[in-house]
């Protein structure tokens, strides 16, 4: 079994603050603790940012990466 861990999602109020916001610091903390709690994938997802989700896209996916 395969578990992905689906937090990082800007439809949700507080992370589509954070990338507004682009707070680093609360993206890695809410990809760590969904990685020691087991996922072996992190799903980041930006689709309700539609005219900056490339950029967007880019930003979380290397922040995700910082962390292994």
């Known amino acids: 079994m395969l ?9 949700r109020k507080a992370i589509n603050a954070a990338v507004e916001a682009q707070d680093s610091e609360y993206i890695k903390e809410i990809a760590r603790k969904q990685d020691e709690a087991g996922a072996d994938y992190i799903d980041v997802n ?10 967007v ?8 990466q910082v962390l292994h």
């Open 3 to 11: 578990i992905v861990g689906e937090l990082i999602n800007t439809s």
């Open 46 to 55: 930006c689709g309700s940012l539609i005219t900056r989700e490339p950029e």
């Open 57 to 64: 896209m880019e930003w979380l996916v290397n922040l995700k």
